[in-house]
């Protein structure tokens, strides 16, 4: 009985950090963007009614393309596998702003675990989010100051070192030994299963520095190609100027007749 409600207890402390660092990753981007705004002087909302709903649309296939997920070579497969998930919420940070990737990747996250459920006592879902912010919310907050190719591209760079360090310190302090302790497994078994697959990983460090910086680094060029060569096309049309363009030069065309 002791035992039953410790484990409860476990689960409950784990909610409670994984809720805290969802306010802090949402108020971080929440401070970003209005710092942002206010020093350029622009007075569009954070979260307008286009927003909303192109939030909610990449959201939804951002939790598609989470679902599409395959293995890595040079990963345990029982542990980490890639996806394309954080391309809407890149792109959706890149329109509107950090809020809006961060929001992208936590909708994303709620609705997987709501369609699917979980596999790792969310301790997976909680990787995905922390990483998938690590790498949005820097990269969305760089190209936020100045828009233009040069700044997407080095935002990009940015936002991928990010991903790895970030995505390394977190997996080796507490994602690695939470995942062991949750699941009755010594940390040292988890090691075993990076030793198996790269002989060079003898400790979570170097299970963290030869196989999750890696594929965190994999993650952040697979998101980043795409999105330098179909934003800036699409970003016309997630923003609406396209159609407001266009029914400019009609009304001119208009009043010159």
């Not at 390394?168 to 010594?186: D, G, V």
């Not at 060569?229 to 016309?236: M, V």
Request: with cysteine.
């Amino acid at each position: 009985m002791f035992k039953v409600f410790g484990q409860i207890a476990e689960n409950l402390s784990f909610v409670a950090v994984f809720l805290g660092i969802i306010f802090l990753m949402v108020l971080i981007a929440y401070l970003i963007e209005r710092f942002a705004r206010k020093k350029s002087g622009g007075t569009e909302r954070i979260l307008s009614t286009r927003k909303i709903v192109v939030i909610g649309m990449f959201s939804a296939l951002s939790t598609i393309l989470m679902l599409l997920e395959f293995p890595v070579p040079f990963a345990p497969p029982g542990i980490y596998k890639l996806d394309f998930s954080e391309l809407p919420a890149l792109i959706g940070g890149f329109a509107f702003g950090p809020v809006a990737g961060v929001l992208i990747e936590l909708i994303k996250v709620l609705l997987k675990t709501l369609i699917k459920g979980t596999s790792t006592a969310f301790v997976g879902e909680l990787a995905n989010f922390i990483i998938g912010c690590s790498f949005v919310l820097p990269a969305s907050t760089i190209y936020m100051l100045k828009k233009n190719k040069t700044t997407a591209f080095i935002s990009c760079i940015a936002g991928t070192i990010v991903i790895a360090v970030a995505g390394s310190m977190f997996n080796a302090f507490y994602l690695l030994p939470t995942f062991a302790k949750m699941f009755h497994m010594e940390i040292d078994a988890i090691v075993e299963m990076g030793t198996a697959v790269n002989k060079y990983v003898t400790n979570v460090w170097q299970f963290a520095l030869f196989i999750v910086a890696p594929v965190n680094l994999l993650k952040g060029f697979m998101v980043s190609l795409p999105t330098l060569l179909i934003y800036k096309p699409l970003s016309p049309i997630l923003k609406g100027t396209k159609t407001a363009k266009k029914s400019g030069k009609k009304e001119t065309k208009k009043k010159e007749l």
